[in-house]
Nanobody
Framework: QLAESGGGSVQSGGSLRVSCSMSGYTRPPGYMGWFRQPSGKDRVGVATISASGTTTYAESVKGRFTISQDKGQNTLFLQMNNLKPEDSGMYYC???????????????????WGQGTQVIVSS
């Protein structure tokens, strides 16, 4: 199971950190990722991290967002800085069983999903 927390409302230029707690996994997922779904739009990949620590970011968030994980506490994080109104949406945590992904940001490669946490960035 995956459970997100830490969303909220912030003004443009502000920061937020969202978290995802993982439970019930007998072995670590190959990849973990954060996906964003603005209201009325598709869910798209924002940032991913492999079991070995390799990270991938969407172009729109490079230099502003940082994905990390605390394996000891089974928690995934997304630190979001210099937030923009277009960063608003539901943020979902996801897990993929595959250890090698050619396109880590592709939604279809993830099998487990959390319920999401809302992020609102006002201008």
């Amino acid at each position: 199971q995956l459970a997100e927390s830490g969303g909220g409302s912030v003004q443009s230029g502000g920061s937020l950190r969202v978290s995802c707690s993982m439970s019930g996994y007998t072995r670590p997922p190959g990849y973990m990722g954060w996906f964003r779904q603005p209201s009325g739009k598709d869910r798209v990949g924002v940032a991913t991290i492999s079991a070995s620590g390799t990270t991938t970011y969407a172009e729109s968030v490079k230099g502003r967002f940082t994905i990390s994980q605390d394996k000891g506490q089974n928690t995934l994080f997304l630190q979001m800085n210099n937030l923009k109104p277009e960063d608003s949406g539901m943020y979902y945590c996801a897990a993929s069983p595959w250890t090698q992904l050619e396109y880590p940001l592709r939604r279809s490669t993830y099998e487990d999903w959390g319920q999401g946490t809302q992020v609102i960035v006002s201008s």
